[in-house]
């Protein structure tokens, strides 16, 4: 199986006093991008350290791109690895570009390589600067140029977008895009990030070393069968029941009047997101209509109260 | 291979720029130079004495600072890069950890010996110049210091390297050499005296050669004075006369003070697991 990127097979890691991961199985795709969420000590780190070859699995066995990461002979394909750990602060003392140099020479590239990668994470100008005197943001992009290097066919990035303006986002998420559709499988970890949603194939959601979730976005907002939020302007709260009959299944309504027109706010089931489009689209009154799905946070939050529901 | 000069070069370089070549090396020719001249002022005499003098005091100051401006330089190398999280990401990188253990060792172990050729070199060829003196003889023994002087520094790197790789925090490593040279440098030489005082001389005499090979220092200082022929000099040392068959043999001994040390390092290092 060449298309197998990362395959987990019953993986354990225990230390004496903490599970940090409980029995996992999980495979990752070339191509492919896994969202893995879950809050502090959740074992996403442990998880990304295992894949990467950093830390033994108690039980169970690991392979990434097709060969177990601790084998004698791992680091020879250690090439085709891009990793950003969470928290690195690089050598202080030389430039990013001197660090550039550095790391690309150790995976084996050429320095006109690195050059072209720090112009893509926008840090020439200050590339011969000490890294001391970055920013956040800036020593997050040098994590990111070095996790870039070499045209990785894995990579495993811990919170990248921490401390990275809008538009550093937005030209991250082009080049995980870009690298994607070369065929490269990406890990994504996060507490939660703002707008990775499109960027996912699927996500994982762990808490406490166990797999709470895993799955297409859309297939997780199925089972999670959390409600839609409509909001309307322009109509009562009885114009709206009257059309809307048997449809709204949810309590909660929250009704405010700004600027002489209506507002309501209710919540449905997301089954229902057609009819209420369908009645109330005709409505001469309506001013707007809004629907807004679950979103990532929604169901991350859904399935950590569940899991916290039974564990009670 | 390649690898390993990469992480050399890097390692030497940082050494060159934070200084502590140049630092070394000026430490290096302040004491030769000082041993040299003034060294037997308390015999009333100021001046070029004897090469003899000069080298004798020269390794019994080389003994205490060596062993300390190596552990210095390189208890930080494993810990401060576990602290900065670059040791995290390197082990990802395609480098084994003996690669990266071999050339931080190469790198240091240069910026030591570069200190050494320019720090004890310089003086000798100062001497030679501005002193009535056998040039040759002053030529070869202050090259055969360099060599020594360069392993013992080599010796201690690595056992810097053992304590950095261990412990997970800088403070904790420098405090562990501090310990580690005060054990080596003043403790040893003390019990080694009292239990020889104590014993009365019962102690099996062929022993007790060995036991000075336990610290690295002692085979430096027995290397030293073999080479000049200082026997007059050697006091405690002169037990080891009845085991000391050979420089040959000793600098064996001193390389296997490198050698297990780094192997010693290389088996913590593939045990250990970075958790965080």
Known sequence: ?312 | MNKILIVAQKEFRDGIRNRWTGAITIIFILMSLGLAYFGSATAGVLGFSSLESTLVSLASLCVMLIPLIALMLAYNCFVGELEQGTLLLLMTYPLSNAQLLLGKFTGQAAIITLASVLGFGLPAIIICLVSDVDVASVLIAFSQFIVLASLLGWVFIAIAYIISISVSEKSKAAGLALIVWFLFVLVFDLVLMAILVASEGNINQTLVPFLLWVNPTDVFRILVYTIIGAESYSGVLQIAENGADGTLYLFSVMLLWVALPLACSWWIFNKKELSE
């Not at chain 1, 394909?77 to 690309?104: D, I, K, M």
């Not at chain 1, 709206?240 to 600027?259: C, F, N, R, V, Y």
């Not at chain 1, 009154?285 to 569940?306: G, M, V």
Request: some cysteine; proline content about 4%.
């Open chain 1, 1 to 312: 199986m060449n298309d197998i990127a990362v395959d987990l097979n019953e993986v354990c890691k225990y230390y004496p006093n903490v599970n940090a991961l409980h029995p996992l199985t999980m495979s990752v795709k070339s191509g492919e991008v896994l969202g893995l969420f879950g809050h502090n000590g959740a074992g996403k780190s442990t998880l990304m350290k295992l894949i990467l070859g950093i830390l033994k699995p108690s039980t169970g066995s690991v392979s990434a791109l097709g060969h177990c990461p601790r084998s004698n002979q791992a680091h020879n394909y250690r090439t085709q690895f891009g990793y950003l750990p969470e928290n690195v602060s690089f050598y202080e003392h030389l430039s990013g570009r001197e660090v550039l140099h550095y790391l690309a020479k150790l995976k084996g590239h050429n320095k006109t390589q690195a050059d072209r990668l720090l112009e893509e994470v926008n840090l020439t100008p200050a590339a011969d600067r000490a890294v001391k005197t970055y920013s956040k943001g800036m020593r997050q992009r040098l994590g990111l140029a070095q996790a870039f290097l070499g045209a990785p066919r894995l990579l495993i990035l811990d919170e990248p977008t921490v401390g990275l303006d809008p538009v550093a986002t937005q030209d991250f998420y082009l080049t995980v895009d870009r690298l994607k559709s070369g065929g490269c499988a990406v890990i994504l970890c996060s507490h939660v990030l703002p707008g990775v949603e499109h960027h996912i194939d699927r996500a994982m959601i762990l808490s406490q070393g166990r797999k709470l979730a895993l799955g297409p976005l859309a297939e997780l907002r199925e089972a999670a069968n959390l409600p839609i939020e409509v909001s309307v302007s322009g109509l009562t709260r009885a114009d709206i029941e009257d059309k809307l009959k048997g449809l709204i299944t949810e309590p909660d309504w929250l009704q405010s009047s700004a600027h002489g027109a209506l507002h309501n706010r209710f919540n449905s089931a997301a089954e229902n997101k057609l009819d209420i489009l369908r009645n109330l689209a005709t409505e001469e009154n309506l001013q707007d209509l809004h629907i807004k799905l679950p979103s990532l946070e929604d169901l991350y939050r859904h399935y950590l109260s569940d899991f916290n529901n039974a564990a009670v």
